[in-house]
């Protein structure tokens, strides 16, 4: 109860200053909203991937629900299709496909800001009030921490936000040893049940990433841990840290604060030297207040990640109307800059996924939210049957520039499957030495998307069988080498293992085609490779699918596609 009436005394008298400041601001945004108006044809642009009508965009920040609507922050340019001038826009929606744009949150307006509003997390209150932490950088150029609040909670579009006027909460000093360039992106808080908050700040010593934990009874005064939450050596600077709970043996979702027997716990991490995610499942200590990740996991680059293809700067929340933990990720770019300047945007965010432990424990498994669903038109089912070695087969019917498909492959032979050297163990190296055009025994086998009519350009996504040791192998790829006849692209071939028997289930893959990305999904959801390709013939109508069996054997299959309408983005 301290913890309320400290926090009303708190809103009381901050309201009061936060009129003029809001006012004054407001004038200084309207400046900077003059922008280059975009070139004519845009062939990239998407249908129903999250993005603005133009300029630059990043990290998703402080997505939540509140009052059954969903609402998203993202790091945004107001003047340009390369990063800088960053504030917090700000998009509604009801069901995380329609979004509706409001006027940006929070945007430069008080010293603790003035150089920049960087990324930040949402705390949901025990009495529903939303609060944002964010990271501030000061008139020194300083990483520090900021609070803010909304200004009218009977609004439920949240419009304005109002800034503590005891901003920065949280600052690197001489005496606390935060490195005043490396400290950045607070997480969720969560209450533990000795009534503290506490939250973490991605930070690194040296070259050893670091999770800096603070803690506070009142949200405002915030202390320094001596000790980190965590902490792995070589992994450079942690970005966009994210800490939560997962239920063991459900796909249910629960609040950041929730501890105990019944969950695990994940810590997420995105490297700035590699720009991947990693993260490790473990156990969360309260009366330590560390976190330990179970034995086996790998605490490095080379660990688990949500998408082994474009894919950063990820973050999740709490979705209490419906009871699920939702992921959203920021998808970069693999054109140049020049290319970006040139159609006047940078930046898309991945469809929102659905996250839950496997029943293994040892990973995550992640799916589209349902609500994509409702975007479906046209549907063409093709029945099981059997496409052979050296084969493919079109899909037609679908627009295959827009579009979500589901296919399931069955294989019999499976004794026809090459032997893995031991020496493959990096799944993306493997992918590249063995592309789509590389004759296997049991695969590749797989999609061709955003193909053109004689196949000049087409984007691969399929499996390839290998026995291992003691099991099958299952290595999925997503082949972006003959993507586009445009040479100036990252073309980057991206690899992961699927922890799938293929003795047991057959091998699913679905993708989510959207003009320049192929969101691609395998084995349900245990693994995932986002790639941005900008073809140069296979656009718009001229876009075609196909199944393709590339390996000496046969292999059965059956697919649904779906077109998919135009969702509105804004
Ligand atoms: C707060 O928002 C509600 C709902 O939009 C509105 O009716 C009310 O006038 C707002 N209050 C203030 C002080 O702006
Ligand atoms: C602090 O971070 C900056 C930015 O990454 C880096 O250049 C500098 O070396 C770091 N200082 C220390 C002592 O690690
Ligand atoms: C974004 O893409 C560009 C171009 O491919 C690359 O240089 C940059 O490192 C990428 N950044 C991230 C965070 O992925
Ligand atoms: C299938 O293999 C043949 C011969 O190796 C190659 O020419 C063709 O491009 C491959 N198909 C795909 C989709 O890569």
Request: net charge positive; aromatic share 12%.
């Given at each position: 109860m301290a913890i309320s009436s400290a926090w009303l005394v708190f809103c009381f008298l901050f309201l009061r200053h936060a009129v003029v400041e809001l006012e004054a601001s407001h004038h200084v945004y309207r400046n900077l909203q003059v922008s280059s108006s975009p070139s004519e044809h845009q062939p990239y642009r998407t249908s129903y991937h999250f993005q603005p009508p133009q300029n630059w965009i990043n990290d998703p920040n402080g997505p939540m629900i509140y009052r059954g609507l969903y609402h998203l922050f993202y790091q945004y340019n107001p003047k340009g299709a390369v990063w800088g001038n960053i504030?917090?826009?700000?998009?509604?929606?009801?069901?995380?496909?329609?979004?509706?744009?409001?006027?940006?949150?929070?945007?430069?307006?008080?010293?603790?800001?003035?150089?920049?509003?960087?990324?930040?997390?949402?705390?949901?209150?025990?009495?529903?009030?939303?609060?944002?932490?964010?990271?501030?950088?000061d008139p020194q150029n300083h990483q520090v921490q900021n609070l803010a609040i909304p200004k009218n909670l009977s609004d439920p579009y949240l419009r304005e936000w109002v800034k503590s006027p005891k901003n920065p909460l949280m600052a690197p000093t001489s005496a606390n040893q935060i490195n005043s360039s490396s400290f950045r992106d607070p997480t969720s808080a969560w209450l533990g049940p000795d009534g503290t908050w506490r939250v973490?700040?991605?930070?690194?010593?040296?070259?050893?990433?670091?999770?800096?934990?603070?803690?506070s009874k009142d949200f405002i005064r915030w202390v320094k841990s001596q000790h980190p939450l965590h902490s792995a050596k070589d992994t450079g600077m942690w970005e966009c840290p994210d800490f939560f709970p997962v239920m063991v043996n459900?796909?249910?979702?629960?609040?950041?604060?929730?501890?105990?027997?019944?969950?695990?716990?994940?810590?997420?991490?995105?490297?700035?030297?590699?720009?991947?995610?990693?993260?490790?499942?473990?156990?969360?200590?309260?009366?330590?207040?560390?976190?330990?990740?179970?034995?086996?996991?790998?605490?490095?680059?080379?660990?688990?990640?949500?998408?082994?293809?474009?894919?950063?700067?990820?973050?999740?929340?709490?979705?209490?109307?419906?009871?699920?933990?939702?992921l959203l990720g920021w998808i970069n770019e693999s054109s140049s800059v020049a290319d970006d300047i040139k159609k006047g945007w940078s930046g898309v965010h991945a469809i929102p996924r659905t996250l839950w432990l496997d029943t293994s424990g040892k990973q995550l498994v992640q799916w589209p939210i349902r609500e994509i669903e409702k975007l479906r038109g046209h549907e063409v089912h093709l029945p099981k049957q059997v496409l052979e070695g050296g084969s493919a087969l079109e899909v037609s019917g679908v627009t295959a520039v827009q579009a979500d498909v589901e296919v399931s492959f069955g294989i019999s032979e499976l004794e026809k499957a090459e032997m893995l050297n031991p020496s493959w163990t990096n799944p993306q190296v493997l992918c590249s030495k063995k592309g789509a055009s590389v004759k296997g025994g049991l695969g590749p086998f797989g999609l061709l998307v955003l193909a053109s009519k004689g196949l000049q350009e087409y984007t691969a996504v399929f499996f390839r069988i290998f026995k291992g040791q003691d099991k099958y192998v299952v290595l999925m790829c997503s082949d972006q080498s003959r993507s586009s006849l445009n040479n100036d692209n990252d073309k980057t071939n991206y690899g992961a293992f699927l922890e799938v028997d293929p003795s047991r289930e057959k091998l699913s893959l679905r993708s989510l085609i959207d003009h320049s990305i192929v969101e691609s999904f395998g084995g349900k959801g245990k693994a995932c490779i986002t790639a941005r390709v900008y073809p140069t013939l296979a656009i718009d109508d001229k876009a075609h699918l196909h199944v393709f069996n590339n390996g000496t054997e046969n292999v059965q299959f059956t697919v649904s596609a779906w077109s998919m309408k135009k969702a509105h983005l804004s």
């Open positions: 504030v917090w826009a700000h998009s509604t929606s009801t069901d995380l496909v329609n979004w509706t744009p409001h006027e940006p949150a929070i945007y430069p307006s008080q010293p603790s800001d003035i150089n920049g509003c960087w990324s930040g997390s949402t705390t949901i209150l025990p009495w529903g009030t939303p609060v944002f932490l964010y990271t501030g950088i973490i700040i991605g930070s690194k010593r040296h070259t050893r990433g670091l999770a800096i934990l603070y803690r459900s796909k249910l979702g629960v609040d950041t604060s929730i501890m105990g027997p019944d969950v695990k716990h994940v810590l997420k991490v995105s490297l700035d030297d590699t720009k991947h995610e990693y993260y490790t499942i473990g156990t969360y200590n309260l009366g330590k207040d560390i976190y330990v990740p179970d034995k086996g996991q790998v605490d490095s680059d080379s660990g688990l990640r949500y998408d082994y293809g474009k894919y950063y700067a990820s973050k999740t929340f709490f979705d209490s109307a419906k009871n699920r933990r939702i």
